[in-house]
């Protein structure tokens, strides 16, 4: 079955330090993997994806995720946070097969001054 | 392109009522996706079309629930009777599909329909 794990609601981190975001997947067909941002009481962005191709992907704002096929993982970083990076970061997976999209539970990142 | 446009933006209506909750894709895009968001279930994936066709329905919570996409500009998501845990928020998403030869697989998503049922 399809599924997306982030294991942490909530990451904290100081401004100017790296940051890492995690998330575990599973699917049948090929993984497309996505990243997205939500800011308060707007929908969401997309921040990167990894389709094929290098394993380490660069996207919006600086950040950037690392496809691991093996730990089937798609972890989300970024090397010094900002104050302004705070929001709801969504993990996501689209099945090569069936083009079905599903996000994990989102993981709130908080970086504090 | 305007992005993805829905409507109403914010709704609050009684239980019991009907409530359409419409949305409008990126022209040329092939998939449309409904999201539902609470803070208790996250995003959960309702329904999506693909070339105005349902493809997968079963994240559709009751009978209550129906979608349609009558052309490639247009859908809407229904509910009839409203119920007040319905409350939630109501993203519509459209992409292209990942093996398009223009396609790159993300979604473009609305800003959203905020639902309060009372």
């Known amino acids: 079955a399809q599924s997306v794990a982030q294991p942490e609601d909530q990451v904290n981190v100081a401004e100017g330090n790296p940051l890492t975001v995690k998330c575990t997947y599973s699917?049948?067909?090929?993984?497309?993997l996505f990243w997205y941002v939500q800011y308060p009481n707007r929908g969401l962005q997309f921040l990167l994806k990894?389709?094929?191709?290098?394993?380490l992907v660069k996207g919006s704002y600086g950040f950037e995720a690392e496809f691991n096929k093996s730990q089937t993982s798609f972890h989300l970083k970024k090397p010094s946070a900002l104050v302004s990076d705070s929001a709801l970061y969504f993990c996501?997976?689209?099945?090569?097969?069936?083009?079905?999209?599903?996000f994990g539970t989102g993981t709130r990142l908080q970086v504090f001054p | 392109d305007a992005g993805v446009i829905q409507s109403p933006r914010h709704e609050v209506t009684e239980m019991g009522q009907e409530v359409t909750l419409r949305c409008k894709p990126i022209?040329?895009?092939?998939?449309l996706f409904w999201y539902r968001q609470t803070m208790m279930r996250g995003l959960e994936l309702l329904i999506y079309?693909?070339?105005?066709?349902?493809?997968?329905d079963s994240g559709m919570p009751e009978d209550r629930f129906s979608a349609k996409m009558p052309n490639a500009s247009f859908s809407t998501l229904k509910i009839q009777p409203s119920e007040p845990r319905d409350s939630a928020v109501y993203f519509c998403?459209?992409?292209?599909?990942?093996?398009?030869?223009?396609?790159?697989?993300?979604?473009?998503f609305g800003e959203g329909s905020r639902l309060t049922v009372l």
């Open positions: 022209s040329g895009h092939d998939y």
């Open positions: 996501a997976v689209r099945d090569g097969n069936t083009d079905k999209l599903i």
């Open positions: 990894y389709i094929t191709g290098d394993n």
């Open positions: 699917v049948s067909g090929n993984p497309y």
């Open positions: 998403a459209s992409s292209l599909s990942p093996r398009a030869r223009m396609g790159t697989g993300e979604l473009f």
């Open positions: 079309f693909n070339n105005n066709v349902p493809i997968d």
